[in-house]
């Protein structure tokens, strides 16, 4: 079985640019969740779909950020615009019941000069 | 703010050595979890424990859950340079979805 995948592993991009980052949960994995780490602090929670429902989003720092799951599959987070403080890993996760084990992909290193 | 202290940091040791890492909160937890994350990659699940006072063992791996679900820890029995890696802990508050995790602890294995 495919574990969680993301994309891209790695994106450098420049101040004020847009960036987007993909999941692809485990395949039947209706909960989907972003988190995210800023060097040298904790992994923290970004928001949680179920299916293509955002059930909680209160970790999303502020309005350039947009996650979407259409069709309740893959999703995506955009960045727009980015700012130096976005820089990070972020990480998507994925469980089959909603507060159950939850399975990380590797995460996208995400650096905004 | 819910907060997960997780000690020590930083642990360089000897292989053979027995180490053991925290994980502290004032927050009850209906589930805590243990992960080991490698460079590059997301964190790898190593055990979930849920009932105070449970005690899991996975090798030379030994996972304790508080009594009052509240901290945990992992002890490792004669460490070995394989198991240098970035261990972190998370918790789940009872009643919400949302893990908590710890700062980490990063644990470097001498040969």
């Known amino acids: 079985e495919a574990g969680v995948t993301q994309f891209p592993s790695h994106s450098v991009i420049e101040k004020g640019q847009t960036v987007t980052l993909r999941c692809d949960p485990i395949s039947g994995h209706d909960n989907l969740y972003w988190y995210r780490r800023v060097m040298g602090k904790e992994i923290k929670f970004l928001l949680h779909f179920v299916k293509e429902s955002k059930q909680d989003e209160s970790g999303m720092p502020n309005n350039r950020f947009l996650a979407e799951r259409t069709g309740g599959t893959y999703s995506t987070l955009k960045v727009q615009p980015a700012e130096l403080e976005d820089s990070g890993v972020y990480f998507c996760a994925s469980s089959q019941i909603k507060g159950s084990v939850i399975y990380f992909g590797p995460g996208t290193r995400l650096l905004v000069l | 703010t819910q907060l997960l202290e997780q000690s020590p940091q930083f642990l360089s040791i000897q292989e053979g050595e027995n180490l053991t890492v925290y994980c502290n909160s004032s927050s009850v937890f209906s589930s805590l979890q243990w992960y080991r994350q490698e460079p590059g990659e997301g964190p790898v699940l190593l055990v979930t424990?849920?009932?105070?006072?449970e005690v899991k063992k996975l090798k030379r791996l030994t996972f304790q859950f508080g009594d009052a679900r509240k901290d945990s820890s992992l002890h490792i029995t004669a460490a070995q340079p394989g198991d240098t890696g970035l261990y972190l802990c998370a918790g789940l508050p009872s009643g919400t979805y949302k893990y908590i995790f710890g700062t980490g602890t990063r644990l470097k294995v001498l040969a």
């Open positions: 424990v849920v009932t105070g006072g």
